[in-house]
């Protein structure tokens, strides 16, 4: 069986091994000749942990803690929002196809993201119970932070440690705490500007817009702060790339997206996908659809890439939105076209034709639709659709993306928009 295989295997039945953070501590032993006689001395004493030659390892933990839950989230995610349609057998189960999340489908979401959650909260406790270098101390907080603000954008309900179901918004609020410390601990730019443009993304969320702005105004828009794949290790491969790399999985496609011809009509860089002649279709037939024509994305193009979890340029589609919840559309619509005009197609070398809207509900549907490209393929759609929702904002969704839009989009009616607690976990834990 080819590594590939196994590793499908694995994925098909759930299993989440590989994505083991900090719960093996592996020490290499060189010995002398050819002597390979190993000692297995059980396992490692916690206080290791508190010792400061261990903590830059131990924050390492939280980032791929996090990675590993983005590569489970984004998959699924991309595909119930229809930013990708699922063209392969892997991953994507029918029900998130069509976007729906059934509790029985939804453990490795939970339980990824939570161990990223656990693993940065005990890495700040940790490291406060010993008063440790405040920088490093800064650092769990604002992985952590990105954690909580994972869980809040995509879960129905907050749960901690086996506790009641509370309001989704506890993890926000927990974001925005731990997003807070690290401002205010760090000296360091680039972890202040991360943790501010994080805080802004989730005060965009719980509805405050006075501080979501106040953070984003303070974020420069060349500023981007990423988490971190690598394509040496397979057990730290960016699963979107990895599962249209053709090697051999096709599992989704760009087709019957709204990308699908928005890239060839405007050469936009940041959607960009291509096609292979002697592949013209994914893997199997999707119950539904049938043969999906393969339209693979080219936004990561090597398992290593690494995916935005805040940027500058967001930090402008924040201050033009807030300026949209005051009915200043115009504003809002310079803001939105300076980004967007920055940008040179593809295809003529030219800047990219701004939107045009004539009231606040066109400047809505323009804004909607821009930050659905900015954003493309970085787990953070359903979050939108769900906050826009709730809302009741005005301006209408893509087509392919509402599937009350009267258009073939595959997807169910009464689709979600968030992701339900694992009914396995439910029947252990109070509600």
């Not at 199997?284 to 979890?309: A, C, H, S």
Request: net charge negative; charged share 25%; glycine share 8%.
């Amino acid at each position: 069986m080819s590594f590939q295989d196994d590793r499908a295997e694995r994925d098909r039945g759930g299993w989440t091994g590989r994505r083991t953070v900090l719960g093996t501590l592996m020490v290499l032993v060189a010995t002398a000749g050819c002597d390979f006689d190993v000692s297995n001395p059980g396992p490692v004493a916690d206080d290791l942990l508190n010792n400061p030659a261990s903590h830059g390892a131990v924050v390492g933990g939280i980032q791929r803690a996090l990675s590993d839950a983005w590569n489970e989230v984004a998959l699924e995610a991309s595909a119930a929002t229809r930013e990708i349609v699922a063209s392969g057998n892997l991953n994507i189960s029918v029900a998130q196809g069509r976007g729906i999340f059934e509790p029985d489908e939804s453990n490795g979401m939970w339980s990824d993201v939570h161990n990223a959650i656990w693993v940065g909260d005990d890495a700040v406790r940790r490291f406060a119970e010993i008063d440790a270098d405040p920088e490093i101390l800064a650092e769990a907080h604002l992985w952590a932070g990105f954690a909580y603000r994972m869980a809040g954008e995509h879960f129905c309900q907050a749960v901690f440690n086996g506790g009641p179901a509370e309001p989704h918004t506890r993890y926000l609020e927990g974001a925005v705490d731990h997003f807070t410390n690290a401002a205010e601990l760090t000296n360091r730019s680039e972890i202040e500007m991360a943790a501010l443009a994080g805080r802004a993304t989730a005060h965009m969320t719980l509805g405050n817009w006075g501080p979501a702005v106040n953070d984003a105004i303070q974020v420069p828009e060349d500023f981007a702060f990423q988490t971190k794949f690598a394509i040496e290790d397979p057990d730290q491969w960016n699963d979107i790339a990895f599962f249209v790399a053709n090697q051999p999985y096709r599992v989704h496609s760009v087709w019957n997206t709204p990308y699908e011809e928005y890239y060839p009509d405007t050469g936009d860089p940041r959607t960009q996908w291509n096609e292979d002649p002697n592949f013209p279709f994914g893997e199997v037939e999707r119950p539904g659809i049938g043969n999906v024509p393969w339209k693979f994305q080219l936004k990561y193009t090597t398992m290593g890439d690494n995916v935005d979890l805040v940027t500058g340029r967001e930090m402008r589609l924040i201050e033009a939105e807030a300026l949209l919840v005051d009915d200043e559309w115009e504003e809002a619509m310079e803001i939105v076209n300076a980004l967007r005009t920055s940008q040179i197609s593809d295809t003529t070398g030219e800047p990219l034709e701004p939107w045009s809207a004539s009231s606040l509900e066109e400047a809505w549907t323009r804004f909607k639709r821009e930050r659905g490209i900015e954003l493309w393929l970085e787990a953070r759609r359903l979050n939108d659709l769900r906050r826009w929702d709730a809302a009741g904002t005005p301006g209408d969704l893509h087509p392919l993306e509402d599937p009350a839009s009267g258009v073939e989009t595959f997807l169910a009616p009464d689709r979600d928009l968030c992701v339900p607690y694992p009914r396995t976990s439910c029947r252990r834990t109070p509600t």
